[in-house]
């Protein structure tokens, strides 16, 4: 509900002490009319609203107001104590003592409690001095939507009425009282809208990290969404291990991290400096330029180019530091408090999830370090017997064995179109990496020189012809039978350069991409019959090329399942079954390995011919031990064993 209106009651006993000349001067003065000058005065409470990030600001601004409009003597804020009861007054705008205050304390005790009881504008003139005029106000301040608006302080201010009415006096004091209580509820939306910002963002995050598979891709998604929603410029994460060594696991935007460069390496030393911290650390900051920690945050803007940055520490609901969290933004945000809140909120609400998917995560290695870590017992020898039982029985722990290989995309089939004669290269109409459909032109060849060639032989053939003729009038048979002979001679060629003529006209066979045939500039040159013009292959299946290490080879067979991801796509994996293992070796890299091939759909014609990437071909479940320690012991037994 809305403050209540603020009424200007001449009835209380107050009132009635200023005598008949009050009560003249409110059925005389007129109201308020709101001119011009009333109507700016409204903006420049307005403004003060606005403007002002904290009540003190306000104070001062309302009460420059007020002073720049009357003749005002002091002007004061009487907040309610946690008693109920208004007996502390806070000078406004002002840091001097306030000797004002004696002289009119105990009327004003009166007045406050006449406003409190009635929540009405209450004005008086000072005892002894009539044209000195004290006007009370209250200050409302609603607690919910559901309940009614309380007095949260009283706003008093002494004037002098000699050239204002009291009527406006009241009406400018309660303007500034009411302006106090919408700049309250001004920050009461803002805090509820900060609040559903807080959880709107954090869910979306959350949501984020559930997608995740690992640790690492967890770190990365929550650093760049981040840097996304905090608008910084580069947000980096380093977690903190059981003993407190911090290591740099994110930057976002940034897909791996090179620990030798500088920049990174400020980077970890800034985090490793204020990971002891449970507070934040920002630079610049007034009054600890000169800390280590303000140092170290010194450096890593000099080295990265920031303007300022803060270090937000990762901390769980429990109190468990997970890390800490370096922001890199401009000096104005780092300024700014409603900033800094939103920031340090967002990484407090996501960190108990960040450490649910850590947990979730961890290795096996991590588990025994922190069985190992509870144990506690003061027989050294237990101690160690009971550690080598549980490595061992660690070690027994079947695990399916991954082989590690080197995969690429190849197109399941490739077609060459060729030129189907001798003739010139007229002109091209695709390009490689076009996309081209069935019986698309692609390519028109010169027919001139064969026009010409089939002009020849139809000459050719038709005084061939009269040569038969004249023969046979003749009787003379044999000539007749050479000239028709010489006529079919011609006849066949002349309908080879038909047929010819017919394919100048080079078109796809297939729909597909144009993997080599760039010939523009080879425009106007001859080609010969079967010279290749252009390679095409289809998209909507791809085959993946894994090589198998010749030294794998005996652990894979066909069938087997295949989880491999593409350089092109870091954060996606695919999976397949190995169909057909090559069975000669081949030479990859400087190394021999089987060429095995795995079938992938192209629904969504993201692959192209030649990305590469890795892949895990999955075999049989073995020993953890056996999985780790096989190869030094293959190796071993090579080199020793004849």
């Known amino acids: 509900m809305n403050p209540p209106i603020l009424n200007f009651d001449f009835s209380s006993p107050l009132a009635t002490t200023v005598g008949p000349e009050v009560q003249r001067l409110h059925n005389d003065t007129p109201k308020p009319d709101y001119s011009f000058s009333d109507q700016r005065l409204m903006q420049h409470f307005g403004i003060a609203i606005a403007s002002s990030s904290s009540i003190d600001q306000l104070y001062s601004n309302i009460s420059q107001i007020i002073k720049r409009q009357t003749d005002c003597l002091c002007i004061w804020n009487v907040p309610k104590n946690t008693d109920g009861e208004f007996n502390d007054p806070q000078l406004l705008a002002d840091s001097e003592d306030d000797p004002l205050w004696p002289i009119v304390d105990l009327q004003v005790k009166e007045m406050l409690a006449r406003v409190a009881r009635t929540h009405h504008i209450c004005s008086s003139p000072i005892q002894n001095s009539p044209h000195t005029t004290l006007v009370a106000a209250p200050i409302f301040k609603q607690i919910n939507k559901k309940s009614n608006s309380v007095i949260d302080s009283i706003l008093i201010g002494c004037f002098s009425s000699k050239t204002e009415s009291i009527l406006r006096l009241q009406w400018l004091t309660g303007i500034a009282s009411d302006a106090i209580s919408r700049w309250h509820q001004k920050q009461s939306l803002n805090s509820e809208e900060n609040k559903s910002r807080y959880l709107t963002d954090s869910i979306g995050l959350i949501h984020s990290l559930d997608q995740t598979q690992s640790i690492s891709q967890a770190i990365v998604i929550l650093a760049n969404h981040l840097r996304r929603l905090c608008d910084a410029e580069q947000v980096s994460i380093c977690l903190t291990d059981a003993k407190n060594v911090v290591s740099l696991q994110a930057i976002s935007d940034v897909e791996q991290i090179d620990f030798n460069a500088d920049s990174n390496k400020t980077i970890l030393h800034a985090c490793q400096q204020t990971a002891r911290q449970n507070d934040e650390v920002s630079y610049p900051e007034d009054g600890k330029t000169g800390s280590i920690e303000q140092l170290a945050l010194q450096k890593y803007c000099q080295a990265n180019g920031a303007e300022a940055c803060v270090c937000i520490p990762l901390i769980t609901g429990n109190g468990r530091r997970l890390g800490v969290v370096l922001l890199a933004c401009s000096k104005g945000k780092v300024e700014n408090l409603h900033y800094r809140t939103y920031c340090s909120k967002l990484i407090q609400m996501t960190s108990s999830h960040v450490d649910v998917v850590i947990r979730a995560n961890r290795g096996t290695k991590d588990i025994f370090a922190a069985g190992l870590g509870k144990l506690k017992s003061s027989n050294k020898t237990r101690a160690f017997i ?41 002109k091209t109409y695709v390009n490689s990496g076009d996309m081209i459909a069935t019986d698309q032109l692609i390519a028109s060849l010169d027919g001139r020189k064969l026009r010409i060639k089939l002009s020849g032989i139809r000459a050719d053939y038709d005084g061939a012809k009269k040569r038969r003729e004249s023969a046979l009038a003749l009787g003379n048979i044999a000539e007749s039978q050479i000239a028709l002979s010489e006529m079919n001679r011609f006849l066949s060629k002349i309908d080879i350069l038909k047929q010819q003529l017919t394919q100048l006209e080079v078109r796809s066979p297939i729909d597909g991409l144009v993997l080599t045939g760039d010939l523009e500039k080879a425009e106007g040159a001859p080609l010969e019959m079967g010279q290749t013009l252009f390679e095409v292959a289809p998209l909507n299946e791809m085959v993946a090329e894994i090589n198998i290490p010749e030294s794998e080879i005996q652990y894979v067979t066909s069938g087997m399942p295949v989880v491999f991801k593409l350089n092109a796509f870091p954060l996606e994996s695919w999976t397949g079954k190995v169909e057909h293992i090559h069975p000669c070796t081949e030479i990859v890299d400087n190394q021999s390995v089987f060429i095995a091939r795995v079938h992938l759909p192209n629904t969504q014609n993201q692959f192209r011919p030649g990305m590469q990437g890795s892949a895990k071909i999955e075999t049989e479940r073995a020993p953890l031990g056996w999985n780790l320690f096989h190869r030094g012991w293959e190796s071993i037994r090579y080199w020793t064993v004849w």
């Not at 660690?394 to 003739?423: G, W």
């Open 386 to 426: 009971l550690a080598v039982t549980i490595l061992v029985a660690v070690m027994l722990i079947p695990f399916t064995y991954r082989v590690n290989c080197d995969c690429e995309l190849q197109p399941v089939l490739r077609r060459f179109i060729a030129a189907p004669h001798d003739s010139i290269l007229e």
